[in-house]
């Protein structure tokens, strides 16, 4: 007796036991491992998709961060720009409305002298006429005599060319 069987071999035995594993790895082969590799390359696949996906999605954060960054930034310039327009506009109105007031003020000034210059004037024609009666009825009272109308204008005139005040 040989080793083999010793060990109870038996090449029967052995073939089919080879020809049932054959059988089985074939059947394995088809029903089990093809679906299962096919599963788990579908998987790698669609982790492949979402990563290239989840990178193009990056890429477009990063683009729409830089232009909402940009538009930030135009519309800062903007505000800044609108504002230094704004300053200047109303610094331009504030000097314009106080060259009106002070021509305003100047016209005012102007009318106030020419209205004090009339009424000065009225008030001396007023102190003449005055001053003028005032001598005629001191000097008819001192001569004693009625000055007829002749008299009180020769008088009235003599005495305004002589009052300049």
């Known amino acids: 007796m040989g080793i083999l069987e010793t060990f109870g071999f038996t090449w ?3 073939t089919a036991q080879v020809f049932i594993i054959l059988i089985v790895y074939a059947i394995l082969k088809k029903f089990a491992f093809g679906p299962v590799l096919a599963m788990l390359e579908e998987r790698r696949r669609r982790i492949a998709d979402g990563e290239a996906n989840l990178e193009k999605i990056r890429e477009q954060m990063e683009t729409a961060e830089a232009s909402v960054q940009g538009m930030l930034d135009k519309a800062n310039a903007d505000a800044d720009r609108l ?3 704004a300053k200047e506009s109303a610094e331009s109105v504030r000097e314009q409305k106080t060259q009106d007031a002070i021509a305003e003020a100047g ?3 102007a009318k106030a002298n020419e ?3 009339l009424e000065h004037e009225q008030l001396m024609a007023e102190l003449k006429h ?3 009666r005032l001598v005629i009825d001191t000097t008819g009272k001192v001569t004693g005599k009625i000055l007829d109308e002749s008299d009180q204008e020769r008088i009235n005139q003599e005495t305004a060319g002589q009052v300049a005040l």
Do not use: P
Request: proline residues 0%; glycine residues 14%.
């Open 12 to 14: 029967g035995k052995f």
């Open 83 to 85: 504002i230094t327009e």
């Open 107 to 109: 016209q005012i000034i």
């Open 115 to 117: 209205a004090a210059k």
């Open 130 to 132: 005055d001053f003028g």
